[in-house]
């Protein structure tokens, strides 16, 4: 099964999507984690885009469309859980032409639904572990003990720097000028289903799940 969790900054999409990974074998392909990592290692394209990730702007379609097709190849054939992919038209048709090319297809699109001041409440209370990346909230979903990984232990963590409000109001005013207009390319081929991305975490989890297993009402 390949699905795309769409939904703006704050979401819920990596928190959702690294469950999907723990839980069904899928693969949790992130471009913004790609792109972080490519920052991370100081190669050529973490150079180029650097500027524009602190800007809050979105990186070039070239960019994260060779990131994703790498990805798909290293994956071995295991479903695929996209997040933060597509985010424009032409990356929407590039996944279509990406699998396509590799005989699989598209399953479904999980659009998380929620409110802007919630978001920016989400992304100023984020944090990760630095060594394992397991992702935390201050107020939403802390460490079960204060300073410590649950995951791994680690007591360093760290913070994104595009997660300031300033970034986020840029990156929400992107994803409604250029991501939100993907919908109707899916919603006519009748592969979206909406979820409450209000709701606390398990429940998401539950809605997701209900959905991918054709359970929802
Ligand atoms: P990216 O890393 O994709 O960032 P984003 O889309 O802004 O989304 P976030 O990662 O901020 O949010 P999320 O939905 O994953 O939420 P999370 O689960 O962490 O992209 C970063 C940048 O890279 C872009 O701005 C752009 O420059 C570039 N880029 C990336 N992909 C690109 C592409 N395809 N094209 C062009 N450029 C691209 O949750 C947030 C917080 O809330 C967490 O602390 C979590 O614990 C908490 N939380 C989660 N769910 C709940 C809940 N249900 N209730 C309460 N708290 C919750
Ligand atoms: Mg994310
Ligand atoms: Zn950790």
């Known amino acids: 099964m ?5 939904g703006p900054p704050g979401a819920g999409k990596g928190t ?4 999907l990974q723990a839980t069904r074998g899928m693969i949790q392909m992130s471009t913004g984690d790609m792109l972080r990592e490519a920052r991370a290692s100081g190669s050529p394209i973490g150079l180029k885009v650097k500027a524009v990730m602190d800007a809050g702007e979105l990186v070039s379609d070239a960019i994260v ?4 097709g790498e990805r798909l190849d290293s994956s071995g054939g295991h479903g695929a859980i996209f997040d933060g992919f ?3 038209r032409p990356q929407a048709e590039a996944l279509d032409i990406l699998l396509s090319e590799r005989g ?3 399953d479904h699109v999980i ?6 001041d919630e978001l920016v409440r989400r992304i100023t209370g984020r944090f990760s572990c630095a060594r394992c990346g397991a ?6 979903r802390p460490t079960k003990v204060a300073g410590t990984c649950d995951a791994c232990g680690s007591t360093e963590f760290i913070r994104r720097p595009d997660d300031n409000e300033q970034t986020v109001r840029t990156r929400m005013s992107e994803y409604r000028a250029k991501t939100q207009p993907i919908l109707p390319y899916y919603q006519e081929r009748g592969l979206v289903r909406q979820v409450d991305g209000m709701a606390g975490i398990d429940e998401v989890a539950a809605q997701i799940d209900a959905a991918l297993d054709g359970t929802s009402r």
């Open 2 to 6: 390949n699905i795309i969790l769409l």
């Open 16 to 19: 959702q999507a690294a469950r």
């Open 65 to 68: 469309t060779a990131l994703i």
């Open 86 to 88: 597509p985010r424009t």
């Open 104 to 106: 699989r297809t598209l």
């Open 111 to 116: 659009e998380l639904v929620v409110d802007e």
């Open 135 to 140: 992702g935390y909230h201050d107020t939403f």
